[in-house]
């Protein structure tokens, strides 16, 4: 048995895998893109709206005081202006590489020889999931470690900002709205890798750094620089590790049937 915080641990029995996947590639692949019209036309509306009044993170008390009918005023409006003035250039791609579990650790190797290690991280054992650690989804003797990355660019923030400055409503609408567009494009992108491995859609777990049981938020530098994310996408992180462009994602994801039981918390 080992410590963690001071308690005691017991590593669980190991999973059962199944047969082998293997991905159509390794290394990054090519870029994908959405069309704005069509992302913003899928947007649940009802969905979007319910988020102004009962998000307690922004509390913008002046916006539960807007009726529906001005709400779709205000969507029409900004919407227009996302499409006129091109705000919304959402794109991105996935990446395989091979990996090997050694307890709550991943190493991720080089797509060029299967062998030299390119990263490695640890997932630490979480007590609330039976000491599981994330990284025993992963075969020890060598699995798939997924990894997608997308962005709808600086266009929208940077008109969030000018908003700010003339009306408060509509600046915090606009990057709810960017918000909810990255969400949309996130789980394309992790459905195209569910796809590309012949996977359920339903199968698995997508999750980012910063959540129980993940790394840290500053290590999503190690994955930004191995997808060349500055290079094709122009995605950096902050001094306190958020990524930039703001309306951006970075996730990881483990195709382990069991691997959906280790959702955050």
């Avoid at 005023?73 to 919304?88: H, M, P, S």
């Avoid at 699995?143 to 997608?148: A, E, G, H, M, R």
């Amino acid at each position: 048995m080992s410590k963690e915080k001071g308690k005691k641990t017991v590593k669980p029995e190991p999973l059962e895998f199944g047969d082998s996947i293997f991905p159509p590639f390794y290394g990054s692949g090519e870029m994908l893109t959405w069309d704005t019209k069509a992302l913003l036309d899928s947007i649940d509306r009802k969905r979007l709206y319910g988020s102004f009044r009962h998000d307690g993170k922004n509390n913008n008390s002046k916006l539960g005081q807007v009726d529906k009918d001005d709400f779709d005023d205000l969507f029409k409006l900004i919407t227009q202006e996302i499409i006129a003035d091109n705000l919304i250039d959402a794109r991105g791609f996935y990446g395989f590489f091979p990996v090997i579990s050694d307890d709550d650790k991943l190493i991720l190797l080089s797509p060029g020889d299967y062998h030299t290690e390119i990263a490695s991280f640890s997932f630490p054992r979480l007590e609330e999931k039976k000491w599981r650690s994330f990284a025993d989804y992963f075969r020890p003797e060598g699995d798939i470690f997924s990894v997608s990355i997308v962005t709808i660019g600086f266009a929208l923030s940077g008109k969030c900002k000018k908003y700010n400055q003339e009306n408060e409503i509509k600046s915090f609408f606009s990057g709810s709205l960017g918000d909810y567009i990255i969400e949309i494009v996130t789980t394309k992108i992790n459905a195209e890798i569910k796809r590309a491995l012949f996977l359920p859609n339903n199968q698995g777990l997508s999750c980012s750094f910063g959540q129980p049981g993940l790394p840290e938020l500053n290590k999503q530098q190690i994955l930004l620089e191995i997808m060349c994310a500055e290079d094709r996408l122009g995605i950096t992180l902050s001094k306190d590790f958020q990524l930039q462009p703001k309306h951006s994602s970075l996730y990881i994801y483990a195709q382990h049937p069991e691997a959906g039981c280790f959702s955050a918390l």
